[in-house]
């Protein structure tokens, strides 16, 4: 991406794969280059911003479609969650207006009235009471809690194969965090959704998630099983991120923090992108060479020169 200060490079290598079914998390610290990741495998990143790779979505690379062709998969194939709902819903439109749209605008019925009433079945399918109510009503009409269930619905509208959820339950008290988890399992499981679950909350993570992807400075440094990462952290940042968590098990136990701050996408260091907050000092590779994403056992995969297996 172009900037005033020169090229930023907001996110390099990142490679995973996501199938039916399954919940892939993708964790980080704010400016990680989550969200951007999944705002490119759409499209919907500002003009100055260049996307290179390939992001295969049913055999197809969304990279190289045109826009019309990624209208046809934004909301169809690929239904997204954004971070705050009610920055994401217009504020002037009706509920009903923004869930009829795209179901028309997609094709999936025939008529505005059919639209509206599966508006209205999509609104109870996330547990919303007196649906055609919502229908009717603007989003600051509406709890936090309840807009995010519309947003959810509006994501879900046109049954995609993959959902992204980016942030989906931020700002959320625990109680209707509890609700938009369960409710997304269960649509899961009915309906064979891949999920992709952008978030900095581990323990959500580890309530939901098949495979995590821990994001640092644009990279990709750690990757594997729920179980693999949370057990047997490889990378220096994600024993950081998992020891910042309190244990219920050690209560009373100090708190580790990372000291520092991640670093500006436009000034990213030389070597291991963790390398200037890294605890782990004496390797002199660290401050020049980018390690790799190599296995450390399993299916598990960490970028350090300190991970056992590492090379």
């Known amino acids: 991406m172009d900037t005033a200060r020169g090229t930023a490079h907001i996110v390099n290598g990142l490679?995973?794969?996501?199938?039916?079914?399954?919940t892939v998390a993708v964790v980080g610290e704010?400016?990680?280059?989550?969200?951007?990741?999944?705002?490119?495998?759409?499209?919907?990143?500002?003009?100055?911003a260049r996307v290179s790779g390939t992001a295969r979505f049913d055999g197809r690379d969304l990279v190289a479609m045109s826009e019309a062709e990624l209208r046809s998969v934004r909301g169809n194939g690929i239904g997204m969650v954004f971070?705050?709902?009610?920055?994401?819903?217009?504020?002037?439109?009706?509920?009903?207006?923004?869930?009829?749209?795209?179901?028309?605008?997609h094709r999936a019925v025939g008529s505005k009235a059919a639209a509206r009433e599966r508006a209205a079945e999509l609104l109870a399918d996330v547990g919303l009471p007196d649906?055609?109510?919502?229908?009717a009503k603007?989003?600051?009409?509406?709890?936090?809690?309840?807009r995010q269930r519309v947003v959810i619905a509006i994501a879900l509208a046109g049954s995609p194969k993959l959902l992204i959820a980016d942030e989906a339950t931020t700002a959320l008290d625990v109680t209707?965090?509890?609700?938009?988890?369960?409710?997304v399992a269960r649509l899961q499981d009915e309906h064979g959704t891949g999920v992709v679950w952008i978030t900095h909350d581990l323990g959500v993570v580890a309530g939901i998630a098949d495979r995590v992807l821990v994001m640092y400075g644009g990279r990709c440094v750690e990757d594997g099983s729920v179980d693999e990462v949370f057990d047997a952290p490889a990378h220096p940042y994600t024993r950081g991120l998992l020891g910042s968590l309190p244990?219920?098990?050690?209560?009373?136990?100090?708190?580790?923090?990372?000291?520092?701050?991640?670093?500006?996408p436009t000034d990213l260091p030389p070597g291991c992108v963790f390398h200037p907050r890294c605890p782990v000092r004496g390797n002199p590779r660290c401050a020049t060479e980018q390690p790799p994403l190599?296995?450390?056992?399993?299916?598990?995969?960490?970028?350090?020169?300190?991970?056992e297996g590492a090379r």
């Open 83 to 105: 971070q705050d709902p009610m920055t994401s819903l217009n504020p002037v439109l009706t509920i009903g207006r923004q869930l009829t749209e795209g179901l028309l605008a």
């Open 15 to 22: 490679d995973y794969s996501v199938a039916a079914g399954q």
């Open 176 to 183: 209707v965090q509890a609700q938009i988890l369960d409710l």
């Open 247 to 264: 244990s219920l098990a050690e209560p009373g136990a100090d708190l580790v923090a990372i000291a520092g701050t991640p670093p500006p």
């Open 30 to 48: 704010s400016g990680s280059g989550k969200s951007v990741s999944a705002l490119a495998l759409l499209g919907l990143l500002p003009g100055h």
């Open 138 to 146: 603007h989003p600051h009409e509406l709890s936090g809690g309840m």
């Open 131 to 135: 649906p055609r109510g919502v229908l």
């Open 294 to 307: 190599v296995p450390v056992g399993g299916t598990h995969r960490a970028a350090t020169f300190y991970a």
